[in-house]
């Protein structure tokens, strides 16, 4: 079974998010990084973008596919996981923590009222 | 899944494995149990077990077997000893490919054509209408994609891991691209064993009955066990052949490209003294030079090449990507793709459009990993 941490707070396209003062940290969930397999490439974005909730604003591929990132909150981005550049596979290894992908400074603390909690995300992968 | 898919005989295995199944070529195959590059390492290292039992068979038989042959296949199956196997191509009239087969010489006028499973029945379609716009009446030509399945072990280890299960059979003397019938593996009868793949490591082949399969997987992964054989999917075979370039069909073969483009030139023989179909616009593509032509690539700027995406020169479109990948083997993004003839020499750099950016990339020697056949 797919690691669903409590305290986090999920989108539908599994992402998480984990707020600390006016900062989100996200990256791709457990259950995300089994589906797609051994990451191997992670496209981040330039730090202080301006993105939109929903923007798609980076990539991460497996050696299969692709897939687009969305951020589940407007607001700017302040850092992105250079790591993932020389060492994608940490998606794999440590989803939740060092596999984080950026940091966001909210615009709208608002939208994390339309995020899943981990009981409803654990019962939205269920049916997947 | 989506519905109507066909299962192999396998099915039940891939699932007690843990395998992902995804839909393939109107099958639901394994695409990987433990992971892509696990799997790709064993097989590279150790040995890798597959099933490719949705590959489709026809058998050609009777006197007039070689005749069907030379006709839709640009190869010179006449040069073929029994036992011996060849890597051929068939084409339309105009030089286009159909599909590449596999064509076994199992009898003095006895053949296995082996081709892919997503073309099974437009292969049957293609060379029914061919025999009987020929007139070739003396021959029996017969699919029996349904009757068999087919399990594949590669690998440097695949021949010590095997030997024991074929105790009437000196595997030393069984060369690359040859076969073996009327053999027993693991005490069970099988129609065709060979020394073959799609890998680009040693290995085998090995055509069983339909209901056989199971038994023979087994007995496979029991004697493999400590010597690391594991299944391995449909993924790590992808990448598996894409670094060793062989084609695939959807990728960098189809009814858009000729053999000679592709590269595949060594298996077109004009001169094998019957007529095949195709072979007059093959002779002209020859003969007029090509314009196009299958390279391999190696990304200069991060990003990893992907089907379909542009290759441009200058911010021109030039060319597109037919397979791409980060290379398990080399740890680079490397790819094949197809270019006009003036961008394919060594070295020459073009972009790869990857969501709308040019990334730099140059051309490569291929193929990107130098395959270990046993000859």
């Not at chain 2, 399945?149 to 105790?167: C, R, S």
Request: with cysteine; proline share 4%; aromatic share 8%.
């Amino acid at each position: 079974m797919a690691n669903v941490p409590a305290g986090l707070r999920y989108s539908k396209e599994h992402e998480w998010i984990k707020v600390e003062g006016n900062v989100g940290t996200i990256g791709i969930t457990d259950f995300a990084q089994h589906q797609l397999g051994d990451v191997v490439f992670v496209e981040l974005p330039p730090v202080g973008r301006v993105l939109k909730a929903h923007e798609q604003f980076g990539v991460v591929e497996s050696v299969k596919t692709v897939s687009d990132l969305y951020t589940p909150v407007a607001g700017k981005v302040v850092a992105v996981n250079e790591a993932l550049e020389g060492a994608p596979e940490t998606v794999n290894t440590s989803a939740y923590e060092d596999g984080w992908i950026v940091k966001i400074e909210l615009s709208n603390p608002g939208d994390l009222d339309a995020l899943l909690d981990a009981a409803a995300y654990e019962a939205h992968i269920k049916e997947d | 899944m989506e519905e109507n898919l066909k299962r192999t005989p396998l099915f039940e295995m891939h699932l007690k494995h843990g395998a992902r199944m995804v839909p393939f070529g109107g099958w639901e195959m394994p695409v990987q149990y433990t992971g892509v590059i696990e799997e790709h390492k064993a097989v590279r290292e150790q040995a890798g077990l597959f099933d490719v039992s949705h590959m489709g068979e026809f058998e050609v038989k009777g006197p007039q077997a070689l005749d069907l042959i030379q006709l839709v296949s640009v190869n010179n199956a006449s040069k073929l000893a029994v036992g011996q196997i060849q890597y051929s191509l068939m084409c339309y009239e105009n030089g286009t490919v159909v599909d590449d087969i596999l064509v076994y010489r199992l009898g003095e006028n006895h053949y296995w054509l082996v081709v892919n499973a997503g073309n099974i029945d437009k292969d049957w379609d293609w060379i029914t209408y061919c025999k009987e716009r020929a007139g070739l009446t003396n021959l029996e030509l017969t699919n029996i994609s349904h009757e068999i399945g087919q399990v594949a072990i590669q690998g440097p280890l695949a021949a010590k891991i095997l030997q024991p299960l074929v105790p009437n059979v000196v595997l030393d003397e069984l060369k690359f691209y040859w076969a073996k019938t009327g053999v027993s593996v693991a005490g069970i009868r099988v129609p065709v064993l060979s020394r073959t793949g799609y890998t680009g490591e040693d290995g085998f082949e090995i055509y069983c009955k339909q209901e056989d399969a199971v038994a023979i997987w087994e007995a496979l992964l029991e004697a493999g066990e400590d010597d690391g054989l594991v299944p391995a999917g449909l993924g790590a075979r992808d990448t598996l052949r894409f670094e060793a370039k062989l084609p695939l069909y959807g990728h960098e073969i189809n009814d858009l490209v000729t053999p000679l483009e592709a590269g595949l030139g060594f298996a077109v023989k004009l001169k094998k003294g019957t007529d095949f179909i195709g072979r007059a616009a093959l002779e002209a593509q020859k003969a007029n030079g090509l314009e196009k032509k299958l390279v391999g690539f190696e990304m200069i700027d991060r990003g990893i090449p992907r089907q379909g995406y542009e290759i441009a020169k200058d911010g021109t479109v030039v060319g597109s990507v037919t397979t791409g990948t980060m290379s398990p083997t080399l740890g680079k993004n490397i790819g094949l793709g197809y270019v006009p003839v003036a961008l394919s020499e060594l070295g020459t750099e073009f972009d790869v459009i990857i969501r709308g950016k040019a990334v730099k990339a140059k051309v490569v020697e291929t193929p990107f990993y130098q395959p270990r056949y046993y000859r």
